[in-house]
């Protein structure tokens, strides 16, 4: 039997109790390609369902869980400044939010503590990229990226301010591209180039009720093109220095992506459940590729570990 329903924090026991179902069912719960917090709030449910006995669990966009209301979003751009002095690194990652759903498990969040090493949106979205891709073409990615994300980062230093002082009343509201406009390459030969596909393609979202609001930006993008460009102006010179600190983040990619699955693995050891992360497929086809394979254990005092309250 199959049926639909909304997960959310709470436990969604509602949406398994349909017209047919018994009781004395056993459950096997699956989730492929499970974005942002849908992936930690599977694995509660997993431990709360009092007949579930398996998972599979494939966890994607780490970067898209829901960042805990303290903290404010720091410019990325001058994530390259850190590049110049090592001391501003500390204080670069510190503007960065952290997550209320990540880390789960109490292991990982102990060592985190104690070497006060925060997972937040910086770190998430690294772990979020493709480094095999990248490594894969040479490097030729590389050279079009620190491009994409510098510009990226003008359009965020110079609007976001504006969208904040237009929009007091909207809780968190952040620039948004329409991806599937910039894939070209020629969006990005230069800044004037950028701007074109930008001031037609950008957006806006906002938080309403924990949901993501689409909404169009309250002002024209090209009535700002004069400070964009000035800006560019100022950091361009910086743009080189980028470039060898993403290709050197790059490499700590598949060592925080480790730490995201792995803090979710011991969150089910510690609830008294078997697990283990398996490739299911060539990382080539989808980086993605790693699941969450768990079965409840035969054990009374494992039991008790799995229904109590976490």
């Known amino acids: 039997m199959r049926s639909s329903c909304t997960i959310t924090e709470a436990p969604a026991f509602s949406c398994v ?7 004395a069912s ?9 974005c942002g917090d849908l992936t930690p709030t599977i694995l509660r449910l997993f431990t709360r369902l009092p007949n579930a006995v398996g998972l599979v669990c494939v966890s994607c966009c780490y970067h898209a869980m829901q960042p805990a ?13 850190a590049i110049k002095l090592t001391g501003l690194a500390s204080a670069a990652l510190e503007g960065f939010r952290s997550y209320r759903t990540c880390p789960l498990s109490s292991t990982v969040s102990g060592v985190l503590r104690q070497v006060e090493l925060p997972i937040n949106e910086y770190v998430t979205d690294l772990a979020t990229e493709c480094a095999g891709r990248w490594a894969d073409d040479g490097g030729a990615s590389l050279q079009h990226n620190h491009i994409t994300v510098a510009y990226r980062a003008i359009l965020d230093d110079v609007l976001q301010p504006e969208l904040d002082r237009m929009c007091p009343e ?9 991806r599937h406009a910039l894939r070209s390459k020629a969006c990005f030969a230069s800044i004037d180039s950028y701007l074109e596909v930008a001031s037609s393609r950008l957006q806006m979202y906002h938080t309403l009720h924990g949901d993501r609001v689409l909404a169009e930006l309250p002002f024209n993008v090209r009535d700002y093109e004069p400070q964009l460009r000035e800006y560019h102006a100022l950091v361009a010179p910086d743009f080189p220095r980028l470039k060898a600190f993403l290709a ?8 925080l992506e480790r730490l995201i699955l792995l803090d979710r693995q011991l969150y089910l050891l510690e609830h008294g459940f078997e697990c283990s992360l398996v490739p299911l497929f060539d ?3 989808s980086p993605r590729n790693m699941a969450l394979i768990s079965s409840t254990s035969s054990t009374a005092d494992s039991h008790l570990m799995r229904t109590a309250p976490s």
């Open 248 to 255: 050197l983040a790059l490499t700590l990619q598949p060592v």
């Open 69 to 81: 209301e303290c903290g404010t979003s720091y410019p990325l751009l001058l994530i390259a400044a």
């Open 17 to 23: 109790w349909q017209p047919g179902y018994s009781p």
């Open 26 to 34: 056993r459950l096997v719960v699956i989730g492929l390609h499970c």
């Open 283 to 285: 990382p080539r086809i």
């Open 170 to 178: 909207l809780l968190e509201p952040r620039l948004l591209f329409r």
